[in-house]
């Protein structure tokens, strides 16, 4: 017989909706099947290992999460969020005051910084950007072409695959009139 088999649900739901009592979509899952090749099961499992979690589908969802937020961030005017890392001597000559000065050229954007002391005269600086990716990478370059930093890097987000928003609105008091 060639006819398809009925799908199943999950006990307690409704087909093509929330579970019985109006729970909101995102306080249930739905189960899908997926089929991988032996070696790339046995890959995936050594990667959950890895990454120690809790099980296979936890992986997959953060592979998907990931995916999804590259594909929003491809838009340059995409929410989003980036931490950055900076390395520098704290005696380098005013290295502080331009790192200061750039902070503040960026303040609207800029939702924290963080000093750390290191061994050695060396420094580290965090600092959390949000915006449009677009001016979140203008920022992140700005910080890590200071003067004096010696190591910078910055990693790009966005809250939108968790179901959040960043919070910054435009335009910024700077910005010339529309």
């Known amino acids: 017989m060639g006819g398809r088999r009925p799908r199943s649900r999950r006990a307690g739901t409704t087909p093509g909706g929330p579970p019985r009592g109006g729970t909101p979509k995102d306080q249930y ?7 991988l090749e032996p070696d790339l099961l046995g890959r ?34 995409s929410d989003s969020v980036a ?4 390395i520098y001597r704290h005696d380098a000559p005013n290295v502080l005051r331009r790192l200061t000065a ?4 960026w303040g609207a954007h800029v939702r924290s910084s963080s000093h750390v002391h290191l061994e050695g005269g060396s420094c580290m600086q965090l600092v959390g950007l949000v915006g449009k ?6 920022a992140a370059e700005d910080l890590r ?4 930093i010696a ?8 809250p939108v695959v968790a179901g959040g928003r960043t919070g910054h609105h435009h335009p910024h008091p ?3 009139p529309d």
């Open 29 to 35: 899952v739905v189960r899908l099947g997926v089929s």
């Open 44 to 77: 995936l499992d050594e990667w959950v290992r890895a990454r120690n979690s809790p099980s296979r589908s936890d992986a997959i969802r953060a592979l998907i999460r990931k995916e999804l937020a590259e594909h929003e961030l491809g838009d340059p005017d």
């Open 83 to 86: 931490s950055v890392l900076l």
């Open 102 to 105: 750039v902070e503040h050229r």
């Open 133 to 138: 990716r677009d001016e979140v990478v203008h």
């Open 145 to 148: 072409g200071v003067k004096g």
């Open 151 to 158: 190591f910078g890097r910055y990693s790009l987000g966005t």
């Open 174 to 176: 700077t910005d010339p």
